[in-house]
């Protein structure tokens, strides 16, 4: 299993940009990199997925180098909201290789 | 849109006592997740279920076990409960036909507490 190492904590201020770097040196050829995001006593919810170059959707961007050991998760113009734990999970499915949840990065966003 | 249910919210046990979760997943997903997260912890992954069979096993105590039935939902039973199986108890669920990836997306979650 790809393991992920992500910076425990992180903080910013409203209306930054916040970018969240996770390494997975050990990611197989067919893995995927996935970002979840979690609020207090809910269920982790799904930011992103990537495999290669970038994705962008409504909330985020993901970068991923050509040599895919790591990820940057870039978040625009945080708000308060945004506070959170963020993961950064490595798998694939049918690789039979669920994904594991590592010590994720605990951001704190100040007014 | 529906989203995962977990039944119940909350469970009070004794020690040494039995418990059961259920999982229902979103409609026609095929797999479900089960993961277990103390508090001030990150999710534990526990175990998986693929079209009604184990997929993949984390780190489920023997006292623990878990099926997944012909309708697609779940259980997750706990017998001989300790103070230490108190946590959130999170499933999740994946939709079929993506090859390669593992998007989960996530129920609200059990909340067990054992004295």
């Known amino acids: 299993l790809a393991k992920t190492t992500q910076p425990i904590s992180m903080d910013s201020y409203e209306g930054q940009e916040v970018n969240i770097t996770c390494s997975h040196n050990n990611i197989a050829t067919n893995d995927y990199i996935t970002w979840y995001q979690q609020f207090p006593s809910q269920g982790p919810r799904f930011i992103i997925q990537?495999?290669?170059t970038k994705v962008t959707n409504e909330v985020a961007s993901l970068f991923i180098p050509a040599d895919r050991k790591s990820s940057t998760l870039s978040l625009p113009r945080v708000s308060l909201s945004d506070t959170a734990v963020y993961y950064c999970l490595v798998g694939g499915r049918y690789n039979n290789n669920d994904m594991r949840f590592g010590a994720g990065t605990r951001l704190t966003v100040k007014p | 849109a529906a989203g995962v249910i977990q039944s119940p919210r909350h469970l009070i046990k004794e020690k040494r006592e039995t418990a059961t979760l259920k999982c229902y997943p979103i409609p026609r997903h095929d797999t479900v997740y089960w993961y277990q997260q103390g508090p001030g912890q990150d999710p534990q992954f526990l175990i998986s279920?693929?079209?009604?069979?184990?997929?993949d096993k984390g780190s489920i105590p023997d006292r623990f076990s878990a099926q997944q039935f012909s309708d697609y939902h779940s259980e997750l039973n706990m017998s001989s409960l300790e103070l230490g199986d108190s946590a959130l108890y999170f499933c999740a669920s994946s939709p079929p036909g993506l090859a390669s990836t593992d998007t989960q997306y996530f129920g609200p979650g059990t909340r067990l507490t054992v004295l």
């Open positions: 279920f693929y079209e009604k069979m184990q997929s």
């Open positions: 990537g495999y290669k």
